[in-house]
């Protein structure tokens, strides 16, 4: 990818940044943590924001402009992300929505599905949530166990999901689930969308370290699914799964390299503050994170170059989202001994981020099960043979 910038990438930077500068958030609620239900808390704070962001046609740029995006370039996104970071506006409510389920549908889907699912994900009317991850199927999502069964027009769902973030939101779920025992548990799998307002589907908090409740269990007891829902064909839902965590890890690695930037350049600042750029000891740490953050960076842009090759990211967005991770867990940690107490306070901005960042290895693929794609996908090393 040519990093020099065209005139309308300029353009299209100045624009942003305009529009920004002229339409800042609402203040940030003090109070009410992701999991709160109730006006004036977080998650309606980005809600309202991404309805901004929707009314001025700057939700998701990158969308076909048939779509309600821009036709926006993989710079111009790129762009996008940086512009958002740098004028440190919080993340659309329905985020998933935006850089996982649109652009699977977009791949997958039918024409009617397109028509019907892509707008209210843009609006944030509709919030979407993942619904991947059961008890004993994580890394090895293949192994899942909640079952659809045909029944008519309709498919008949029953089964668990857990760690399913914003369920509690969400209208739609991208639920991948077994419909057939039969054969290879990769092939048995299909894709569908599921309908969160149902009886059949009851969504139960879970409260994290953070003390808040950002995910949650998912029991599915005869949930009904019509056959229109399902996404990409009965059987090919293994397929359809990898291009929803193919961009969870490119797409979200991009936003967070940003988010990681930021909050180095705001650790660096308070150590400037504290006179401890001089200590050899922080200031090779804070180095070494500086060179972490641009390697990272580099690599975030060279995964769009593979999405402008290929069409879609490749399992390098496997590397980003690991290096981020990592990064992030040092960062936060080098930020508690250079903030101290305040930093270990419930209720600080950085106790949040120090305790949040511990998810960062698990959530979107854990580092094992990434070191693992890229040792096999990305260096083609061969693949490690289970020992009995
Ligand atoms: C903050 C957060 C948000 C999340 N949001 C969602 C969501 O919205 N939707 C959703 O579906 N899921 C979500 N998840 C779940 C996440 O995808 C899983 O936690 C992750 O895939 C790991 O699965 P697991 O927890 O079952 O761990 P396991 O797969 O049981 O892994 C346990 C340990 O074994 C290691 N391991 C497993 N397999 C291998 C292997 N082949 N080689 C080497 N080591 C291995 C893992 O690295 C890990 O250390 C979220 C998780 C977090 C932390």
Same mark, same amino acid.
């Given at each position: 990818?040519?990093?020099?910038?065209?005139?309308?990438?300029?353009?299209?930077?100045?624009?942003?940044?305009?529009?920004?500068?002229?339409?800042?958030?609402?203040?940030?609620?003090?109070?009410?943590?992701?999991?709160?239900?109730?006006?004036?808390? %977080?998650?309606?704070?980005?809600?309202?924001?991404?309805?901004?962001?929707?009314?001025?046609?700057? @939700?998701?740029? #990158?969308?076909?402009?048939? &779509?309600?995006?821009?036709?926006?370039?993989?710079? $111009?996104?790129?762009?996008?992300? $940086?512009?958002?970071?740098?004028?440190?506006?919080?993340? @659309? @409510?329905?985020?998933?929505?935006?850089?996982?389920?649109? *652009?699977?549908?977009?791949?997958?889907?039918?024409?009617?599905?397109?028509?019907? &699912?892509?707008?209210?994900?843009? #609006? /944030?009317?509709?919030?979407?949530?993942?619904?991947?991850?059961?008890?004993?199927?994580?890394?090895?999502?293949?192994?899942?166990?909640?079952?659809?069964?045909?029944?008519? $027009?309709?498919?008949?769902? =029953?089964?668990?999901?857990?760690?399913? #973030?914003?369920?509690?939101?969400?209208?739609?779920?991208?639920?991948?689930?077994?419909?057939?025992?039969?054969? @290879?548990? %990769?092939?048995?799998?299909?894709?569908?969308?599921?309908?969160?307002?149902?009886? /059949?589907?009851?969504?139960?908090?879970?409260?994290?370290?953070?003390?808040?409740?950002?995910?949650?269990?998912?029991?599915?007891?005869?949930?009904?699914?019509?056959? /229109?829902?399902?996404?990409?064909?009965?059987?090919?839902?293994?397929?359809?799964?990898? =291009?929803? !965590?193919?961009?969870?890890?490119?797409?979200?690695?991009?936003?967070?390299?940003?988010?990681?930037?930021?909050?180095?350049?705001?650790?660096?600042?308070?150590?400037?503050?504290?006179? !401890?750029?001089?200590?050899?000891?922080?200031?090779?740490?804070?180095?070494?994170? %500086?060179?972490?953050? $641009?390697?990272?960076?580099? !690599?975030?842009?060279?995964?769009?170059?593979?999405?402008?090759?290929?069409?879609? *990211?490749? *399992?390098?967005?496997? !590397?980003?989202?690991?290096?981020?991770?990592?990064?992030?867990?040092?960062?936060?940690?080098? /930020?508690?001994?250079?903030?101290?107490?305040?930093?270990?306070?419930?209720?600080?901005?950085?106790?949040?981020?120090?305790?949040?960042?511990?998810?960062? =290895?698990?959530?979107?693929?854990? =580092?094992?099960?990434?070191?693992?794609?890229?040792?096999?996908?990305?260096?083609?090393?061969?693949?490690?043979?289970?020992?009995?």
């Amino acid at each position: 990818m040519d990093l020099t910038f065209s005139e309308q990438e300029t353009a299209f930077r100045g624009e942003l940044r305009g529009w920004l500068a002229e339409n800042p958030p609402a203040p940030e609620p003090s109070e009410g943590g992701e999991d709160e239900g109730r006006e004036g808390t %977080h998650f309606f704070w980005r809600r309202d924001w991404q309805r901004r962001l929707y009314d001025a046609g700057w @939700a998701a740029p #990158s969308w076909p402009t048939e &779509y309600g995006g821009r036709g926006a370039s993989l710079t $111009e996104s790129a762009i996008y992300f $940086e512009e958002l970071g740098r004028a440190r506006v919080p993340m @659309a @409510a329905n985020v998933l929505g935006l850089l996982l389920g649109g *652009p699977t549908l977009m791949v997958w889907g039918t024409q009617e599905q397109k028509d019907r &699912y892509l707008a209210p994900i843009l #609006s /944030a009317e509709e919030i979407w949530c993942q619904g991947f991850s059961e008890p004993d199927a994580g890394s090895d999502l293949a192994a899942l166990k909640t079952r659809a069964v045909k029944d008519g $027009e309709e498919w008949v769902v =029953t089964g668990q999901k857990v760690w399913t #973030s914003g369920a509690q939101y969400s209208k739609w779920c991208m639920l991948v689930a077994r419909t057939d025992g039969e054969v @290879a548990k %990769h092939k048995g799998l299909t894709y569908f969308l599921m309908d969160m307002e149902q009886d /059949a589907v009851q969504v139960r908090p879970l409260r994290q370290i953070t003390g808040e409740a950002e995910f949650n269990e998912l029991f599915i007891e005869e949930a009904r699914i019509p056959d /229109a829902n399902v996404v990409g064909g009965v059987g090919n839902g293994w397929k359809v799964a990898l =291009t929803t !965590l193919m961009n969870e890890r490119a797409g979200l690695g991009f936003a967070l390299q940003i988010r990681l930037r930021q909050l180095l350049d705001d650790l660096i600042a308070i150590a400037a503050e504290r006179g !401890l750029l001089e200590d050899a000891l922080y200031a090779d740490a804070l180095a070494e994170l %500086h060179v972490r953050c $641009e390697s990272i960076r580099l !690599l975030a842009w060279k995964g769009l170059t593979d999405v402008e090759k290929y069409g879609q *990211p490749g *399992p390098e967005g496997s !590397l980003v989202k690991w290096l981020w991770s990592d990064t992030n867990q040092r960062l936060t940690q080098l /930020a508690a001994d250079v903030i101290g107490p305040q930093a270990l306070t419930a209720g600080t901005s950085w106790s949040y981020e120090l305790l949040r960042a511990r998810g960062n =290895t698990l959530e979107g693929g854990t =580092t094992e099960v990434l070191k693992n794609i890229v040792a096999e996908r990305v260096l083609g090393l061969p693949r490690l043979k289970a020992t009995a």
